[in-house]
């Protein structure tokens, strides 16, 4: 179940603030306040999905292709067309902290050990 009080849904209600990189009206864009690479962002639809099974399941077609062309938008405003690497953890025991589906991208090889 999705919990409507978690941080990514604070951030997209705008109660909680973060350093944008590219928003439309299905996708936000920010910078990860715990980066484990020197650019590290998260994308994140806007809707209530709580990973990407939920996502690919519940969203309508047209978001899907939305979120994804917000992916490689955010990619492009970034300039990492040639270098970087996207991660979607699902679940807890796979590192997923926050329940609301989101993709990591993250560049410049400065990678942690558990990565």
């Known amino acids: 179940m999705y919990d409507k009080n978690n941080v990514f849904a604070k951030i997209l209600r705008g109660e909680i603030p973060c350093k ?15 980066p484990r690479a020197r650019v ?7 809707g209530e999905y709580t990973d990407i099974f939920d996502f690919t399941q519940n969203a309508p077609a047209e978001l899907q292709a939305a979120f994804w062309n917000g992916v490689r938008k955010t990619v492009e405003k970034l300039g990492l067309r040639d270098n970087f690497r996207t991660v979607a953890n699902t679940g807890r025991g796979a590192g997923q902290s926050v329940m609301h589906f989101h993709i990591h991208i993250m560049s410049d090889e400065r990678f942690t050990e558990d990565f």
């Open 20 to 34: 944008e990189v590219y928003s439309d009206d299905n996708v936000l864009a920010f910078y990860d306040v715990a």
């Open 40 to 46: 590290h962002v998260l994308v994140i639809p806007r």
